[in-house]
Structure formats: structure tokens, C-alpha cells
């Protein structure tokens, strides 16, 4: 968590909401967090029973200000020109809806590959996904759509096809999202393992 909220601290573009949606935590997480929200402005945090990542973004969303919405996964991180160069993408193209993509893979190789949503058992590259961290986006926009699904898995992939089946969307090269690929409790590692996958398969 940590990296993640210095990597905000150090965006060039600074007019913007951190919301900090805490998903149940029993680490003691909120008193360290209260010392982040005192030295901030405009961060909040918000805390709700464990009910996983898809209700947490959505609860983010619900509650933001901001004309546009994005994520950050507390494993991971931004590079410092992250957010604006994404709106300055969505100011210089008016007609886009949503972007997503521009990811930095970060960690050992064998973790760059995750079970593919579509065909269970298989694997695909991180690159070829949608990262749900980097959709980036109306606000509005997303509310229209119903947010992220509430499926267990890759409810980022449900929420991209119902994305583009309605609005414009966009993919970005820029990859200045970090993906840090080394932790034991990302969701797409515990599916592998959970259905007996090998790391190196």
C-alpha cells in the first residue's frame, strides 16, 4: 500500500480525488492509513465488509466527485506522468468514453502469464488482458454501464464488452501503470492455484 499511495504523491497532475476503499482489512490498515488522509486534503477513506475487489471499485465510483474515474491496486503503482497523460488523452479526444492499457509489467516472468477468462485452464499474457486498474474514464459513463460485475473473476473483461458494445472506447500504449507481478495474494495468482494450475505450466 505504500507504494501505491507515494506513487500518487508524486503525479505531475494534481487536481484530483484519492478515494481509499478498504475491503474488510483486519491488519490495522485504517490508523495507518489515517495519517495519509491528514496530510491530504482531498483523500478519503472508505471501509466496508470483505466483498471483493468488483464491489470495491464500484463503491469508489459511486462516491467519487470527479468527471473522471480510474484504480490503483494497492500492490501496484503509477510512474509520475500517469495521470496526466491520461487526460490529457481524454480531453484531446473528446468522442472517448474510456481508455485502458499502457501497463508496465514488474516481477518474475512466469507470473506475467494468468489464466484466461474465456478459456479456463489456459493461460494468457497480462499484456493481452484488460488490467481493470488502468481503465480510466467518465464517471458518468461508468455508472451508465453498472459498474464492475460481480463475478469472481476478470469482471474487468465483463465490464470492457459491455463498455464497448455501448460507448467509444480506446486502448493506450503509454506504459506508465506498473503492474507488480511478485505478490502471493493477487487474485488472478490464488485463481491459478486454487484450480491446481502450475506456476511454470
Request: hydrophobic share 35%.
Amino acid at each position: 500500500m505504500p507504494r501505491a499511495l507515494r506513487s500518487l504523491e508524486a503525479q505531475t497532475f494534481r487536481d484530483f480525488e484519492v478515494l481509499i476503499v478498504d475491503d474488510g482489512s483486519e491488519d490495522g490498515l485504517e490508523q495507518d492509513i489515517a495519517r495519509w488522509i491528514s496530510q491530504h486534503r482531498w483523500w478519503r477513506y472508505l471501509k466496508h465488509a470483505n466483498r471483493g475487489v468488483a464491489w470495491s471499485r464500484n463503491a469508489g465510483i459511486r462516491a467519487a466527485f470527479g468527471e473522471y474515474v480510474t484504480f490503483l491496486d494497492s500492490d501496484d503503482e503509477y510512474l509520475p506522468d500517469h495521470l496526466e497523460l491520461r487526460v490529457k488523452f481524454m480531453q484531446q479526444h473528446p468522442e472517448v468514453d474510456v481508455i485502458h492499457g499502457g501497463v508496465e509489467l514488474v516481477g518474475p516472468e512466469e507470473r506475467h502469464w494468468v489464466e484466461d477468462a474465456y478459456h479456463p485452464g489456459r493461460k494468457i499474457h497480462i499484456s493481452a488482458c484488460c488490467v481493470g486498474a488502468t481503465l480510466f474514464g467518465k464517471r458518468s459513463v461508468f455508472l451508465k454501464a453498472g459498474g464492475f460485475p460481480l463475478v469472481s473473476y476478470s469482471s474487468e473483461s465483463r465490464l470492457l464488452e459491455r463498455l464497448e458494445r455501448h460507448f467509444v472506447v480506446r486502448r493506450v500504449d503509454f506504459p506508465t501503470y506498473r503492474y507488480h507481478t511478485e505478490g502471493d495474494d493477487r487474485l488472478c495468482v490464488k485463481r491459478w492455484q486454487e484450480r491446481g494450475g502450475n506456476e511454470h505450466a
